[in-house]
């Protein structure tokens, strides 16, 4: 016997195989949609006759401690008005559905802001 025989898969073996596979690919399904959800920032209706889109800029983002035993963070904004004032902003949101890339100091994103609440400022898409 000098050729090593090679085994090959059981059926049973090929079922677990795929069955893992099908289980990895729907991890990684979920995974993905739960990276790209947005659906926990604060974000909601279009903006009111009051409230305008405009751009702020990303200048920190803190770790926020935990709420409901869920890591939060706070993204620290820079929001400027019609008139080209700078507003502090900040906004709290879950850790888990974050994109954290998109929140890196120096980027801008868009915020719902109302000139007459200036305290009230939320992300917009």
């Known amino acids: 016997m000098d050729e090593k025989e090679v085994k090959k898969p059981t059926k049973l073996r090929r079922w677990l195989i795929l069955a893992f596979l099908l289980a990895a690919l729907g991890l990684a399904a979920v995974m993905a949609v739960r990276g790209r959800s947005d659906g926990d920032e604060k974000t909601a209706a279009p903006?009111?006759?009051?409230?305008?889109?405009m751009q702020a800029k990303v200048i920190r983002v803190e770790d926020a401690g935990s709420e409901n035993n869920e890591p939060m963070v706070d993204i620290g904004l820079l929001v400027t008005d019609e008139n080209g004032d700078e507003l502090p902003a900040t906004i709290r949101l879950p850790l888990k559905t974050t994109p954290l890339l998109r929140f890196q100091p120096g980027r801008t994103v868009p915020v719902r802001y109302d000139p007459k609440n200036p305290d009230k400022v939320v992300l917009a898409e």
Do not use: A, K, R
């Open 47 to 53: 903006p009111t006759e009051e409230e305008t889109v």
